[in-house]
């Protein structure tokens, strides 16, 4: 059971996908619903335990060992994109074009357009990936 200023651990991984995270055997469930949030290594929310003790819920976040984005293959890139929740037409196109993960840090908005990725979110949630990975907010496993 969860005791006052303990630190139970939800969760780990960094990406919430509409999971529930539970902290305790009895009591309430919380819902996290993080679709397009990632979760950074801190307090997430709480546990109640169902005796009226509560505590912090954190999540430890970058557990795994990060992959080199460089040494990345195309199977590793598809991997992400379907992680990340990238539409099914990307992920044809990255596949079709057996982009890696050095062709990724690479790619530019002008090439996703030559590539035919025509939808704006997507266009902009690739960019995204593509930031995270190089400033260090996403890895790839």
Known sequence: MAQQGRTITGMSGGTATSSTVVGQQKGPHHQVNNRDQRIEAKNIGGVATGDNITGPMTANVGQQKALDPTKATS???LKLLRQE?????????????RINGRMLLKLSQDELNQYRLTDEDEKNRVLG????????TLKLN
């Open 85 to 97: 929740e990238c539409d099914d037409n990307t992920v044809s196109i990255f596949e079709k074009k």
């Open 129 to 136: 990936i593509i930031d995270d990975i190089k400033n260090g």
């Open 75 to 77: 199977k590793d890139v």
